[in-house]
């Protein structure tokens, strides 16, 4: 077989393919989709913001009203924890997925760089997302005073007694080594694959052919 | 200024679109997997190449760039490495018609089509745009690599592909 004949073939298979493209309609469709991507994109960050000011209102209003000082404390390092993780997740989020117009490797080699961020991200976790609000978990829990100091509401779900602090810091403990697990089990489940298959496609079109 | 340029510019993607159709649904077909079906994928790169084309520099032909945009989005997909970015574009501006191949045709298309498949994705991506008769220095270009390097690779890929076709045609 010759080379033109294999040409042929390849070129002759779409002829059955018959492809109609509406101009007019797929360049207002194209731009509707870009705005409605756009759209989603904006709505999902607002969200986000939501949800970490109304925990950042909850605990200032916590932090208000307890009358006891390390409990205090622990409420506003809190805040400012929700403040850094809004700031992390955001910086994160800000990380473009690579751009398709680039050359083939070095588009590979922008998404490697972004899967590889997000992996550590992920296996970072500990140190930025559990750490910090267990420290101050501690603070809250043993910074609670003596029941009959303060007369609220509030005061009835919160542990009074040693064995009370304890118990809640362990579940706390708990609930945190799992949030680190399934966090670096999804780092190398969902990333350390991808980003193994993007070196053997970089490696392929980089090797030499001289041997 | 720039919004001028893009207004301006969007004839010459209709344009350059109508004339790749064909060719950009052939290298579709060719990484299109279950449950991915070559519309999909073309309807992808289109919505791709539309997102990047106002960074479109003009250091290449457009038509070059169009490739380019198709082999990433393709190999993104196959590889699937759009987690976040999933592949759902459905344009009705674009509407498909596939007929049927007589046997004969079937069987040759098929042939090369399970060549092309058992190539490593590297070799794959470049063969692909070698039956699209795109020049060396173009592929090259396509995927960041310099001419001779392209020209020393295809003289092994083409051998193999050879090789392959011979031994599944019987001719």
């Known amino acids: 077989m010759r080379e033109e004949e294999l040409i042929k073939i390849w070129k002759k298979s779409s002829d059955m393919s018959h492809i109609t493209l509406n101009m007019p309609l797929l360049v207002t469709e194209l731009r509707n989709r870009m705005e409605s991507l756009d759209g ?23 932090a208000f009203i307890i009358p006891y000082f390390w409990t205090k404390v622990s409420c506003l390092l809190t805040i400012v924890w929700f403040a850094y993780v809004i700031y992390r997740l955001k910086s994160a989020s800000k990380d473009k997925l690579p751009d398709t117009s680039l050359s083939l490797f070095d588009q590979l080699s922008q998404r490697k760089q972004y899967l590889m961020k997000q992996a550590k991200l992920l296996n970072s976790v500990f140190y930025w997302y559990i750490l910090p609000p267990f420290i101050t978990n501690i603070m809250f829990v043993f910074g609670v005073g003596q029941t009959d100091t303060w ?61 | ?51 990047s084309y106002s960074s479109f520099e003009e250091k290449s032909r ?49 042939a090369l089509k399970s060549c092309i498949e058992i190539l490593n994705e590297s070799d794959k991506s470049l063969v692909v745009l070698y039956l699209e008769e795109l020049s060396y220095k173009e592929i090259g270009s396509i995927h960041g690599m310099t001419e001779n390097h392209v020209a020393v690779k295809m003289k092994r890929i083409r051998k193999k592909l050879f090789d392959c076709i011979t031994k599944k045609l019987g001719a």
């Not at chain 2, 196959?78 to 191949?101: C, E, H, M, P, Y």
Request: net charge positive.
């Open chain 1, 40 to 62: 989603k994109i904006g709505r999902r960050d607002r969200r986000e913001i939501i949800a970490s000011v109304v925990g950042m209102i909850g605990f200032a209003v916590i």
């Open chain 1, 151 to 211: 007369d609220s509401p509030l005061s009835s779900v919160l542990p009074y007694l040693l064995s009370e602090k304890l118990t809640m810091l362990s579940l706390i403990a708990a609930f945190y080594a799992y949030i680190t697990w399934m966090n670096r089990q999804a780092a190398r489940s969902n990333y350390a694959p991808l980003i193994r298959e993007i070196e053997r496609v970089q490696e392929g079109l980089t090797r030499s052919e001289e041997e």
């Open chain 2, 1 to 51: 200024m720039t919004i001028k340029r893009k207004s301006k510019d969007s004839t010459v993607f209709e344009q350059a679109i109508e004339d790749h159709k064909d060719s950009l649904y052939r290298i579709c077909h060719i990484y299109a997997a279950d449950p991915l079906e070559p519309a999909d994928l073309f309807q992808e790169v289109v919505f791709q190449a539309w997102r």
């Open chain 2, 62 to 110: 457009l038509g070059t760039w169009l490739y380019r945009v198709a082999i990433n989005v393709c190999l993104s997909a196959k590889l699937k490495l759009n987690r976040k970015n999933d592949i759902t574009v459905k344009l009705d501006a674009i509407s498909f018609q596939i007929g049927k191949w007589d046997e004969k045709r079937d069987e040759r298309y098929e």
